[in-house]
């Protein structure tokens, strides 16, 4: 059973950056279709980056420029970078598996789900 682990959330200020890590426990994760989405108190969970094994990636509008996410292989591990974090990124930020090797923005098209790790920006 595929398995993934988040790590790097905190509590900081607006304008601060954080590195959000998410380990794979699979060997196809060179060829998966990995994502970053977030879930704030009260609202769905929304798509904020995803990144194909072609090095493809996609952005939420609102990170464009901020946020990058990255992937290593042989580390099976996805990144997300985020600077100039601003107090409406707080979330609980989940890494994803898609279910196929489409960029997807749906949250129904993710497979594995991490546990989750939070972010908080204080203004």
């Known amino acids: 059973q595929v398995q993934l682990v988040e790590s790097g959330g905190g509590l900081v200020q607006t304008g601060d950056s954080l590195r959000l890590d998410c380990i794979a426990s699979?060997?196809?994760?060179?060829?998966?279709?990995m994502a970053w989405f977030r879930q704030a108190p009260g609202t769905e969970r929304e798509f904020v980056a995803g990144?194909?094994?072609?090095?493809?990636?996609e952005y939420k509008e609102s990170v464009k420029g901020r946020f990058t996410i990255a992937r290593d292989n042989a580390k099976k591990t996805v990144y997300l970078q985020m600077n100039d974090l601003k107090p409406e990124d707080t979330a609980v930020y989940y890494c994803?598996?898609?279910?196929?090797?489409?960029?997807?923005?749906?949250?129904?098209?993710?497979?594995?789900w991490g546990q989750g790790t939070r972010v908080t920006v204080s203004s």
């Open positions: 994803a598996r898609a279910r196929g090797e489409s960029l997807y923005t749906n949250a129904r098209d993710y497979v594995t």
């Open positions: 990144l194909r094994w072609t090095g493809f990636a």
């Open positions: 699979t060997n196809t994760f060179g060829l998966s279709t």
